[in-house]
């Protein structure tokens, strides 16, 4: 089969409905294209995992998150070759809270998943540049690559990858 990647990074609070805990419509269709079945809240409630409550100085201090978050890599059910993932460490700099969003699908759905991930990249109140082509995301989200170091003020921390089939 050929496969067609895409990936790019926005803010976490751009992947939600307004005001919402919930996945944004486009998230919820490319799932459901990848045959991907996941909560409506999923990316909030993933996201807000690793927020480190015995960090905090006050309720909502940013840095109780920095240094933390996991690559979250979901496989499709039909295709193990298909997949969406979501890098959710926030670094010590990033004050935007991005996440990167990736996807690896079949060619033939590819063009519907791009007009989707377009719209969440262009609506996105900040965001890096769109990717398409051969990423070579199935090396970089393969759990033979995790715990990995990720660069850390003047150290590093280990992220994790977590599958989902």
């Given amino acids: 089969m050929n496969y067609t990647e895409f990936s790019f990074e926005v803010p976490y609070d751009d992947l939600l409905i307004d005001d919402t805990e919930k996945n944004c419509e ?5 799932c459901g294209l990848l045959g991907i079945k996941t909560e409506p809240d999923y990316i909030s409630k993933k996201y807000d995992s690793y927020y480190d409550h ?3 100085r006050y309720s909502g201090d ?3 998150r920095a240094g933390r978050g996991n690559v979250v890599k979901h496989l499709s059910p039909d295709d193990e070759g298909s997949f969406i993932f979501f890098d959710m460490m926030n670094g010590c700099s990033d004050q935007s809270n991005m996440i990167e969003l990736g996807t690896r699908c079949r060619t033939e759905i590819a063009q ?3 007009e ?3 719209i969440i990249h262009e609506n996105a109140s900040v965001s890096t540049n769109f990717q398409e082509g051969n990423l070579d995301l199935v090396r970089k989200t393969s759990k033979e690559n995790f715990p990995r170091k990720y660069p850390y003020y003047d150290g590093f921390v280990m992220q994790d990858i977590e599958i989902y089939k």
Avoid at 26 to 30: C, P, S, Y
């Fill in 112 to 114: 519907k998943i791009k």
């Fill in 26 to 30: 486009e998230i919820e269709k490319i």
């Fill in 54 to 56: 015995s960090a905090a």
């Fill in 116 to 118: 989707l991930l377009l």
């Fill in 62 to 64: 940013p840095l109780a």
